[in-house]
């Protein structure tokens, strides 16, 4: 890591420490793991962006069913590729760093399953999150009939207004009830 | 948050019929169709524009719109035909018809709900009221006869600045400004907390600043507070710097990062817990160390006896070498030490070293010293239990789990590919296990079943019961001879070689930790045996007997050294200092509590996984079984909690082990084991073993600490205490002499008459206490009952914004073939002019 280009300025790393829920340590080792990421010529490159394969390389990332929609959640490139800046990547990890509030983690934990970015929960988002969680092959999902009478039982328990979807607050209720959330969505590299 | 959402009907585009009947087309049947078009049109478009959409484009930019597969045309009859079958009744119907036009979609999409899940100008403007909440915190409160009456009574309580016309950059401002106006610790504890990308925040902040700056530079600042500014800045840099330091300093992290990734937050919990007993235990040494150890090694009381000589039987038996050296309690002397008497020990101090030389009163230290750590000690647990508590305590009884398992139950931190693939196994069975519990509930079984299953039951409870009050009389016996046996050798003086005796003491700890080893065994092929209905059921029952088991057998064993052992102390001399006899015995307990461990994974795993993988050529490995291992590590805390008193350095011996503990199950769990198929209720099962190391166990190895303070004689020949009738009354005796040295601490000994010994002030403080308790549980019975009543009003609230948008639909639908038929007609018109 030759180029001073590479190395963190020290406004910017307590800017990130006051800005994010990281520790100095943990934007170091992010910046390190961030810069291996990165071809050798980007890496001269004042802002630069790693596609969304490059970033689905990383170990914490490979096997998470949620991979893609992480990284598109947390894109902010103009062409919604799921492309991530360095920037980007810091966010990912402060929201899913030890630190971070419930409200933080479930704002993001909706976003992520909204497959569809319209802003709510609806049978379509649901039915792809539980395909995510039981497995991606024909043998373990659930058969039709089980998912239709799954979702019509969480939209019971979890629809307050009863108009059929699952918007945020909603969602932040049903996550508030489970102590087990706040230690689950955690990422740690 | 209220955007201004145009339900003016008579708005001219809607009669210019800009709103073309072609665009029947347009009638959508999903949103992400609705969406995605949205974002490719350039400019605003054409049918009824809500003014907060033209006026921010920018906010189209950070709605996601992108990854919409167009061909998801899912029509949702499924939740509009329940709901119309259930409320014939009712004119509405959920939100979900498949016809809705393009203008209702639209206002739909931009609900308040439903933006501030993805677009920043909801997030602003949510932050925004957020600091202008906070900041009317702090300045005066608003009455409620300045709010006007409005048709919305829930507005009331905001402060009414309905400033509904706001772009989102005057939004900005509003939200820059009122930043500045919060104190430093908030404003960094918003700005962390929004849920915005950073390169926002970052923005927000330098603007927030720069104002900042500007506005102290044109105020002129006195010195004193510029001062102390800078000296806020620098004190919150230097905490910052130590937070970073002692992160860094995080024990462990890869390995518990490689297990976690494995095999999930439930058996990451298991050695958390090991690392929690390891700082308790540091704590500690520390605190004995300082007070007691190190004052007594500098100055070395005279041998009375000589030293026995090294052999390696010492580190397993405790006495021989170690018998008389500041591992046990024997070995501290019963005066104040002086600096200046370093030669002549026993002897009382010359004259002339009083005035200059520190003094250390070490049956005082010592008996403070214990006191602290365990009040210490009770106090971190105590409030560990209870936020733990506090955590896993729900108010609602949750009427389903459903939504929570698939909401909640995924574990992010697993990154084996296996063990993900096993992941989603445990959560589809659990997840068809719950859909078969909502099906099957009204199936009852028969009378004949249950009579069964309870005779199962009772024969398993009755044969583990049995079972463990043989073995606890087995110990009782076995004790009661080896202590006769002593008694008697020692009285003879045979000829017995020194090592065999001293090997015949080992045979006690053998014996309890070969029942704590094979006990459990019965109790899990009886488990087996009898067919739990739920698995939460089988591990509470399963981690009932192991307590059961486990409590017996430490009460037994206290009862031989607190009654047996302190009771024989008169009349025999190899029992002369029955203190350092007890830490010896708990030294051994400890040690070869230890090596059964290590022998037991050895063998157990790690022998268990070849044979199932050579002889029976199963592909499934054994579990780790959490609930018997951290029982485990709470019997071995109870027994160095015991031997506090008795033996200084214990907490050093546990700190060894534990270290030693923690990377042998690592090792042996990464090779032999494989990820829990069973769910595991993390955060509760962690209560319960936090609570389980509070109640029983601490509190046992303090109620006997107190009752050898309280009631046993000390030993006349050895210890700190020695000479006297009780170790309270030896503290009494030396705090008097204390005061009567310094009279200007006789409120010390004030205060110890009114509030120590006075039981009035025992029983008023449990009233109160007992008082506050009853009070916060009438509190959160209030609270079900408001979250109750809020449900309801939500739900009312649905029904009127579904009320609205139905009627607003068929407005429009009105509205709209008159212009059909008028433009149809114009069209005819022109049809024939031409």
Same mark, same amino acid.
């Given at each position: 890591m030759g180029t001073t280009a590479s190395q963190l300025p020290k406004e910017s790393l307590s800017e990130y420490q006051e800005l994010t829920f990281l520790t100095k340590q943990e934007i170091l080792l992010a910046h390190r793991r961030f810069t291996e990421l990165l071809e050798g010529d980007e890496r001269n490159h004042p802002n630069p962006r790693v596609p969304m394969d490059a970033i689905l390389t990383l170990t914490e990332l490979k096997s998470n069913p949620f991979k893609k929609r992480i990284c598109q959640v947390f894109s902010t490139s103009e062409n919604r590729d799921g492309s991530l800046t360095f920037e980007d990547f810091l966010d990912l990890l402060s929201a899913f760093s030890d630190s971070a509030t419930l409200e933080i983690k479930s704002h993001y934990a909706f976003r992520i399953f909204d497959f569809d970015d319209d802003g709510t929960l609806d049978y379509g988002d649901l039915e792809k999150l539980v395909n995510c969680l039981t497995g991606e092959t024909a043998d373990t999902r659930l058969s039709s009939e089980e998912m239709r009478q799954l979702i019509s039982n969480i939209l019971d328990e979890s629809d307050i207004d009863k108009d059929g979807t699952v918007n945020l607050s909603e969602f932040q209720h049903v996550i508030s009830r489970s102590p087990d959330f706040v230690s689950s969505f955690k990422i740690v590299l | 948050m209220a955007h201004n959402v145009n339900f003016d009907l008579s708005h001219p585009r809607v009669e210019a019929g800009l709103? !073309?009947?072609?665009?029947?087309?347009? #009638?959508?049947?999903s949103f992400s169709q609705l969406i995605a078009e949205e974002s490719q049109k350039e400019g605003p478009s054409d049918a009824i524009e809500l003014q907060y959409q033209q006026r921010n484009p920018e906010d189209k930019d950070r709605d996601n719109v992108a990854y919409l597969s167009p061909s998801e045309n899912r029509r949702w009859r499924i939740g509009s035909d329940k709901t119309g079958e259930e409320d014939k009744g009712r004119q509405t119907d959920s939100l979900l018809k498949d016809s809705w036009s393009s203008a209702t979609l639209k206002i739909l999409s931009s609900m308040p709900s439903r933006t501030i899940g993805r677009s920043r100008g909801a997030i602003i403007s949510q932050y925004y009221n957020r600091t202008a909440e906070l900041r009317r915190r702090t300045q005066r409160r608003a009455s409620i006869k300045d709010f006007s009456r409005s048709a919305r009574p829930s507005i009331r309580g905001y402060g009414v600045e309905v400033d509904t016309t706001d772009s989102a950059e005057k939004k900005q401002e509003r939200l820059i400004q009122n930043l500045q106006n919060l104190s430093a610790v908030d404003r960094v504890r918003l700005l962390k907390e929004m849920p915005l990308n950073l390169s926002e925040k970052k923005s927000l902040r330098r603007l927030t600043l720069q104002m900042t700056k500007q506005t102290r530079s044109s105020s002129n600042l006195r010195c004193c507070s510029y001062l102390k500014f800078h000296i806020i800045l620098a004190l919150r840099h230097s905490w910052y710097n130590c937070l970073s330091f002692l992160h860094s300093l995080h024990l462990w992290q890869m390995p518990l990062k490689r297990v976690s990734g494995r095999f999930g937050s439930g058996v990451l919990s298991y050695f958390l817990f090991l690392k929690t007993l390891l700082f308790f235990n540091m704590f500690l040494f520390l605190v004995l160390g300082s007070f007691l150890v190190v004052p007594q090694a500098v100055y070395p009381p005279e041998q009375l006896e000589n030293r026995k000589s090294f052999t390696g039987l010492e580190l397993f038996t405790?006495?021989? %070498? &170690?018998?008389?050296?500041?591992? =046990? %309690? /024997? %070995? =501290?002397?019963n005066h104040t030490l002086h600096s200046c008497s370093k030669n002549n020990i026993s002897s009382p101090p010359k004259p002339?070293? *009083? !005035? @200059?030389s520190l003094s250390y009163n070490m049956p005082l230290a010592y008996f403070f010293t214990i006191g602290l750590s365990f009040f210490v000690t009770c106090i971190i647990l105590v409030y560990s239990m209870s936020k733990s508590f506090g955590q896993s305590f729900r108010i609602d009884k949750s009427n389903g789990m459903l939504a929570m398992k698939v909401f909640c139950s995924w574990d992010f931190k697993v990154i084996k590919r296996s063990s993900v693939r096993l992941l989603s196994e445990n959560i589809r069975t659990q997840l068809k296990e719950l859909l078969g519990e909502a099906h099957h509930r009204h199936i009852r079984s028969t009378i004949s079943d249950k009579l069964v299953r309870l005779v199962m039951h009772g024969l398993g409870w009755i044969l583990c019961i049995g079972a463990t009050a043989g073995c606890v009389a087995v110990i009782y016996y076995f004790s009661d001879y080896m202590h006769k046996e002593q008694l008697k050798s020692s009285q003879n *003086?045979?000829?017995?070689p020194e090592l065999l005796k001293e090997a015949s003491l080992l045979a006690l700890p053998v014996l309890v930790s070969f029942i704590n080893l094979m006990l459990p065994i019965l109790f899990q092929f009886t488990a087996w045996m009898e067919k739990y209905n739920s698995p939460s059921l089988r591990t509470f029952v399963s981690l009932s007997r192991n307590l059961i088991l486990k409590v017996s057998v430490l009460g037994v064993l206290c009862f031989h050294w607190l009654k047996r052992v302190a009771g024989s102390a008169d009349n025999n001399k190899a029992f002369k200092c029955w203190e350092s006899f007890v830490g010896q015995e708990l030294y051994r307990f400890l040690i070869i509590d230890f090596i059964f461990t290590l022998l037991a994974t050895l063998f157990g795993e790690l022998l268990w996984r070849s044979f199932s993988d @050579? #002889?029976? @050529?199963?592909n499934r490995r054994p579990g780790f079984d959490i609930a018997k291992n951290v029982l485990d590590l709470i019997y071995g805390q109870t027994l160095a909690w015991l031997g506090l008193l008795f033996a200084p350095l214990l907490p050093a011996v546990q700190i060894l082990k534990l270290l030693l503990l923690f990377y042998i199950k690592m090792s042996s769990v990464m090779m032999n084991c494989q990820a829990p198929s069973r769910a595991y209720r993390v955060s509760q099962m962690t209560t319960i073993f936090i609570t389980l190391l509070c109640f029983p166990s601490f509190l046992g190895a303090s109620v006997c600490v107190t009752y050898t303070m309280w009631r046993l004689p000390s030993s006349? !020949?050895? /210890?700190? &205490?020695? /000479?006297? @009738?009780?170790m309270i009354q030896a503290g009494k005796q030396r705090i008097v002499e204390l005061v009567k040295e310094n009279p200007n601490l006789y409120f010390l000994a004030e205060a110890h008459t009114y509030l120590v010994e006075n039981p009035l002030v025992l029983f008023v403080g449990a009233t109160i206490f007992l008082i506050v308790i009853y009070f916060q549980s009438q509190v959160v019975d209030g609270q079900r009952k408001i979250i109750a009543l809020l449900q309801e009003q939500i739900e009312n609230e649905g029904e009127d914004k579904k009320f609205l948008i139905t009627r607003l639909q068929s407005v429009h639908e009105r509205k709209r073939t008159p212009a059909r038929n008028l433009t149809s007609q114009v069209s005819l018109w022109n049809d024939r002019l031409v």
């Open positions: - | 709103e !073309s009947p072609a665009d029947e087309e347009g #009638v959508h049947d405790g006495g021989g %070498y &170690f018998a008389n050296t500041l591992l =046990y %309690y /024997g %070995y =501290y002397s002339e070293c *009083d !005035s @200059k *003086d045979s000829g017995d @050579k #002889v029976l @050529k199963r006349e !020949s050895c /210890g700190p &205490f020695r /000479g006297n @009738k009780t």
